[in-house]
RNA sequence: GGGCGCAUAGCUCAGUUGGUUCAGAGCACUUGGUUUACACCCAAGGGGUCGGGGGUUCGAAUCCCUCUGCGCCCACCA
């Protein structure tokens, strides 16, 4: 097939992924192979493509495509998550939009919506994962929200309640006024704030004194129940049993003691809002104060607000503040930095919040995950390492977890509610089963029977399911392992061998599915968690679409190619480092296929003639690169095995560009117009073969489109599942000869350059062999260097341009054109500096306690250095001695 | 406040148990080169007191102490 002078990227990526799923390539199921597999992160189902969905995911697909080649049954599963509270965000953003208030919708109508949006946008980024060349079992993709991903989290939830590990709490939570829903810790974010510090004044009840309290929060006075004072604060005896009047709404409130009070902070006086701070929460307990909650779910005012019933919370602080000082209460304010919670997805200051949420005990269920991961014989491996420690610290000082959200789209809790009194609750995977659950409870309770309950008499609890309470199974539940657990899939696929994924979801979500895999299956989710980094632009700023500077995905796609931009994606990216992303690096990854593609047109253009022996000079060439292949190949192995991708594609990089294309294709390619012999051909075309399977995971549109230039191929014989080539004894003799014949063609070059000699003129050469090297790479260097001869001297050439390598000397006669003074000069300097060299090892020798403590390799290599400069100090002589 | 980690060439980073290959790679840069696959190319070259200071050792980028500057995680004193 006649092969374009140009790669045109679009074309062949379009036509090899089609025809990859039309051979179902990516498709597995199980046999008897060993199994390779991947869990995807599932991003987002209303989500776009960003920069580290293209990291992870060529990560992965990297790594599946690796194990393809190495012959496993690899399988990727792709999917995408519901992600109730950025979802619902949207989906009411949307209804806004029309003019529709989510508050006017039925539960119903709602979730209507949500999924209308759902199959609108869901799977948009699946479909621009396939543009990145993803090669994922899409006949396998999941959503969390599919019904049996559903039931299988309804069926965990009820296990869990039924253990105990569930349980309902009236606690104080992260409220996000603005979703109106409970946030998990993870999920709120520390920002520092510039904000003030007011003290304020109350009256003591019953006296003219007054007490000075230091607050950042003055709206919250008319939540407050208490003073409270340290008891071995001597300033403050005097108030001791008394009772203080709160500003503005002149409710009289106890003046409490406890030694929890900071003396040295603010005034030593704090106030006590019980239902707005977890703090204050904690001494309402202890002290059994009133519990006054002031706020709306907007966090607007409500009746206990007064004349600020239904402002919102900012616009208070702002006006009470004025009320304050006019009426005096205001002693002073001062600024001052705090931290404030945010959403994570809204953005939204949080407010703490008391109210009934369901909990998930998780000290216990952490236990077998934190031995899995930590430990010398840890079963999970975690890249970099140094994750570990911030994974034991999380584990070792674990929360429960709040599960609940006040949100629709997502699981709906499965408890039923049929009485007024606040256990008068069941919990069920039906509403028949909870039905009979109902009655049975019901009537131990009771002491006469009454009429059996009914599916109408009971409520469903109207709230859904955190997320992460779905995504936690998914290495499970995408295998139909917590339903159905003896099926065929979960036995061959679980546990998965590889995790991608940022550690911003260490905690909520790779923790988590740790622990649920112990829980479920009393084993591993997966082998090896790959952490990868953030992107990040050039200044250092992480990418985001709030500050633009996070290029459009598929337009670098089109750009640079999706093997361009997989390889500039990967050529800087450490695992766990953040990689500080540059479009150069995708030019560089367009720049690496095309030097490929190029070098294949060379091959394809030679004649080949079937009656010409092959020269010796490509015959140690051949020999030469298959060593060097095979070292690399170690070396590439090596990487793998350690999540070293990064290093895995340079040295393939360099293997390519540099051994392949620089030496290896210049040593055995004819001259002009001239054919090649049938032998260096078929060998080259091996070793091209081998190249590209290496390369394939990294890039594999080009790789494929080249390997069907090289041979009319049957679909079995497709690259994407080719076999990884096998390793081969490397002849490291070889390989240090080249190197040595490679600093000999060095030298010419640079003789070549310093006297202006074009490339075509061909040049004398001799060479005292005091090294005594043999000839194997003798015709490569004649052919390289463009030598006239290569002859073997005993004695110094007068009047011809020198240089040395090692102790070897090279001659290249110039006649009438040698510059006596230069060379003297440069020999000088180099003897100078081999002195000097020589000297230093030396000394290094006659230190008595080197020579003791040093190894034995050691010291034999600093004999060696020894010698060597030895030798080359009398070579140097003899030479200058000759000039002078 | 507690914990973890990082600092090596202009940039991004390797550097495994202290000693061959220890001062490296890629990119960028400088110089020279083009009828013969590729200027998306080839060749050659410059560039670093390994963040500062101190210590251990025959020997330190590597181990210890300390200072400085960054990053992350956890906890949240009103």
């Keep these: 097939m006649q092969m374009p002078s140009k790669y045109d990227a679009s074309q062949v990526e379009n036509k090899w992924y089609d025809y990859w799923m039309e051979h179902k390539y990516f498709h597995s199921t199980p046999d008897d192979r060993e199994p390779y597999t991947i869990a995807i992160p599932p991003p987002n189902v209303t989500g776009v493509l960003h920069m580290g969905h293209m990291l992870n995911n060529t990560i992965q697909d990297v790594l599946i495509r690796r194990a ?23 989906v009411v953003a949307k209804l806004k939009e029309q003019g529709i208030d989510k508050n006017t919708l039925t539960r119903e109508e709602f979730l209507k919506h949500a999924w209308d949006w759902t199959h609108e946008y869901g799977g948009v980024i699946l479909e621009q994962l396939k543009k990145l060349g993803c090669s994922c079992d899409w006949d396998r993709t999941k959503f969390t929200m599919d019904d049996e991903m559903s039931e299988a989290v309804i069926k965990v939830f009820v296990d869990l309640y039924n253990k105990g590990l569930i349980y309902r709490g009236y606690r104080m939570v992260n409220w996000d006024p603005e979703a109106k829903t409970t946030l998990s810790d993870e999920e709120v974010i520390y920002e520092e704030k510039q904000g003030n510090l007011y003290y304020l004044k109350y009256k003591i009840k019953g006296s003219e004194n007054a007490l000075t309290i230091a607050t950042t929060r003055p709206e919250t006075i008319f939540g407050d129940t208490a003073i409270c004072i340290n008891p ?5 005896t005097h108030l001791k049993g008394k009772q203080a009047i709160v500003p503005i709404c002149g409710r009289v409130i106890p003046i409490i003691e406890d030694d929890y009070v900071d003396m040295e902070f603010g005034t030593g006086c704090l106030k006590v809002t019980p239902a707005h701070d977890e703090n204050d929460k904690n001494l309402g307990d202890k002290h059994k104060l009133q519990v006054v909650d002031i706020f709306n779910e907007d966090a607007s005012l409500n009746s206990f607000g007064m004349h600020y019933e239904g402002k919102d919370r900012f616009v208070v602080r702002k006006e009470i503040t004025k009320e304050l000082e006019d009426q005096g209460f205001l002693v002073k304010t001062e600024t001052r930095i705090n931290k404030v919670g945010t959403s994570e ?40 390492k140094k994750f570990e420690n911030t994974y034991r610290h999380w584990m070792e000082n674990i929360r429960d977890w709040n599960i609940s959200r006040q949100l629709l789209w997502g699981q709906q809790i499965p408890a039923y509610y049929y009485g007024d009194g606040k256990e008068d609750f069941v919990v069920a995977e039906s509403i028949q089963e909870a039905v009979e659950l109902a009655n049975k409870k019901r009537n131990v309770t009771l002491s006469a029977v009454k009429a059996p309950l009914t599916k109408e008499d009971l409520t469903q609890d109207k709230d859904a399911l955190d997320t992460w309470f779905s995504s936690w199974l998914w290495p499970m539940s995408v295998f139909d392992g917590i339903r159905n657990p003896e099926n065929d899939d979960i036995k061959y696929y679980y546990p998965t061998n590889d995790l991608v994924t940022g550690p911003d979801i260490l905690f909520f979500w790779v923790a988590r599915m740790i622990i649920a895999g112990y829980e479920y299956k009393d084993e591993k989710p997966f082998n090896n968690v790959y952490l990868t980094g953030l992107v990040r632009d050039k200044q250092r700023r992480k990418m985001s679409k709030s500050l633009g500077n996070s290029p459009d995905a598929l337009k670098l796609i089109e750009e640079y190619s999706a093997d361009g931009v997989r390889v500039g994606l990967l050529l800087s990216s450490a695992a766990g480092n953040d990689l500080m992303f540059d479009e150069a690096l995708c030019q560089q990854g367009k720049g690496f296929g095309n030097k490929i593609w190029n070098a294949y047109r060379l091959v394809d253009g030679w004649d080949i003639d079937q009656n010409i022996p092959q020269p010796n000079s490509s015959k140690i060439a051949v020999e030469w690169y298959v060593s060097k292949f095979q070292k690399a190949l170690l070396e590439i192995e090596d990487h793998f095995s350690k999540y070293r991708l990064s290093d895995a594609l340079m040295a393939i990089y360099k293997l390519i560009y540099d051994d392949f294309c620089g030496w290896l294709l210049e040593m055995v390619k004819p001259a002009y117009q001239q054919p090649i012999d049938a032998i260096t051909y078929r060998a080259i075309i091996a070793i091209f073969e081998n190249n590209l399977k290496i390369v394939h995971p990294f890039m594999p549109f080009l790789t494929e ?7 009319e191929r049957t679909p079995d014989e497709a690259l994407i599942v080719a076999k990884w080539p096998e390793t081969k004894p490397i002849n490291e003799t070889l390989i240090a000869e080249f190197e040595f014949a490679s600093e000999v063609i060095t030298g010419i070059r640079n003789i070549r350059k310093q006297k202006n000699i074009a490339f075509k003129d061909a040049i004398g050469f001799s060479v005292i062999n005091n090294e005594k090297t043999n000839t194997t790479f003798d015709t490569i260097i004649s052919k390289l260097g463009h030598l006239e001869s290569m002859d073997y001297v005993s004695e110094t050439i007068e009047g011809a341009l020198t240089f040395r390598v090692k102790s070897n000397e090279y001659f290249v006669p110039m006649a ?17 500096y081999t002195e000097g060299f020589l000297k230093s090892v030396q000394k290094k020798l006659s230190n008595e306690r080197f020579v003791a403590g040093a190894p034995e390799q050691v010291i034999t290599n600093e004999r060696n250095k020894e010698a060597d400069a030895l030798a080359k100090i009398e070579t140097l002589k003899t030479s200058l001695a000759s000039l002078v």
């Excluded at 109210?355 to 031995?371: G, T, V």
Aim: aromatic residues 8%; negative net charge.
């Design 345 to 384: 997805r809204t953005k939204a200051v949080i407010e703490p919040r008391l109210s009934d949420q369901w909990f998930l005990k998780m000290e216990e269920l952490a236990q077998p995950a934190i031995k899995a991961v930590l430990g010398e014989d840890s079963e999970i491996k975690l890249f970099p």
């Design 816 to 832: 009438g054109s040698i510059d006596v003074e230069a060379e003297i000069k440069k020999l000088t300097e180099e003897l100078s």
């Design 232 to 236: 071995n604060d001597e300033r403050f």
């Design 68 to 90: 393809r080649l190495l012959g496993k049954n690899a399988c990727w599963v792709p999917g995408t998550d519901h992600a109730s509270i950025a979802t619902e965000a949207k």
């Design 705 to 711: 489109d080249i390997w069907h230039y090289i041979a």
